[in-house]
């Protein structure tokens, strides 16, 4: 199933990965993931036989995390390491150093793409991190499906003797994917408009299936200010497309979102990259968000 052996001799500098001390094993497969949607597809199909660690703790920015020396032993224990690589450098290198049993780099299922938003925006294509690719791939349901598929078949890998459960699990989750997929479609057709704006660039993917253009303040992350040149952009595109909403997001500040809104005399609105689920989510796990945001699209949109 896993070579402990192996994984403790790779990883002897991780003095604190515990490769003398491993925990009792409780008969789960063991999973770490670097982000919450990655969390969610694997507690949907691994349901009771699966232990899932999330690296990023609840409320925190998934883009470039630290990693505690206990989250390094954990990683180094793992029968999986689910990832999304050059989105949190830290767990790259994590993965890289302590080698758990299984690691699935989702952009090797997902390849990423450049960043796709308006116009030539040259603030966002200097923001878009050193790479210049859009990592929010889960921000699509159809790419969440592809990665779906492919953690179905690592858990099948690690634990054959669960396969019917697993992929009984899967079959529902896709499911329910594809049914936020058609939701999307039906529900954003007639619109009276298609641009929206957001403070940081995470719905690229989600704008690119669904025909909509996304006009962000910043660029990639989160933490990334706008220059003034883009902000007095922000405003000109407001006003020729007669949008109505400034959307801001629940991990990051709404302060300058609130203030374009103020000046604009717009109404502001949540609109949720999925980076996290935290009491302030209008929802509690990835799907009731994505309808959440769906309900905010809309009405921002005017679709009927
Ligand atoms: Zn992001």
């Known amino acids: 199933m896993r070579n402990r052996a192996v994984a403790c001799a790779v990883g002897v500098a991780l003095a ?16 770490v993931v670097g982000l919450y ?13 699966v ?29 999986l390491a689910v990832y999304e690589a050059t989105l ?39 923001e878009a991190d050193t790479h ?8 699509s349901p159809l790419h969440m499906v592809e990665i779906a598929v492919a953690i179905t078949d690592q858990l099948v890998a690690i634990d054959p003797e669960h396969e019917h459960t ?3 699990n899967r079959m529902i989750l896709v499911g329910d994917l594809t049914n936020l997929d058609g939701s999307y479609f039906s529900e954003l057709r007639q619109c009276e408009r298609t641009d929206f704006i957001t403070t940081h660039a995470a719905f690229g993917y989600l704008a690119q299936r669904y025909g909509l253009t996304q ?26 497309t007669g949008i109505t909403t400034i959307f801001f997001e629940t991990l990051a500040s709404p302060a300058l979102a609130a203030t374009i809104a103020e000046d604009l005399g717009l109404r502001t609105d949540v609109l949720d990259p999925l980076e996290g689920i935290t009491d302030d989510s209008r929802g509690t796990d990835y799907l009731s968000v994505m309808y959440a945001n769906l309900q905010a699209l809309k009405e921002a949109n005017g679709c009927q």
């Not at 969390?39 to 199909?45: D, G, H, S, T």
């Not at 630290?66 to 954990?74: D, F, K, P, S, Y």
């Not at 992350?221 to 883009?230: G, I, L, Y």
């Open 37 to 49: 949607p990655l969390a969610f597809l694997v507690e949907r199909i691994g349901g009771d036989l």
């Open 132 to 139: 210049g690719l859009d990592p929010h791939i889960w921000l």
């Open 215 to 240: 006009v962000p303040i910043a660029g990639l992350s989160p933490d990334a200010e706008p220059s003034p040149d883009r902000v007095a952009e922000i405003h000109k595109i407001a006003q020729d």
């Open 166 to 168: 697993y992929v009984a």
């Open 16 to 31: 604190l990965a515990g490769c003398g001390n491993i925990e009792p094993d409780d008969g789960r497969v063991h999973v």
């Open 88 to 126: 949190q450098p830290a767990v790259d290198a994590a993965i890289a150093e302590a080698k758990p049993a299984h690691a699935l780099d989702v952009t090797t299922i997902v390849p990423l793409q450049p960043l796709a938003t308006d116009s030539d925006d040259e603030h966002a294509d200097e």
């Open 51 to 79: 232990d899932v660690e999330n690296l990023t703790k609840p409320g925190a920015e998934p883009h470039d995390l630290e990693l505690t020396a206990q989250q390094v032993g954990h990683i180094a224990k793992a029968h």
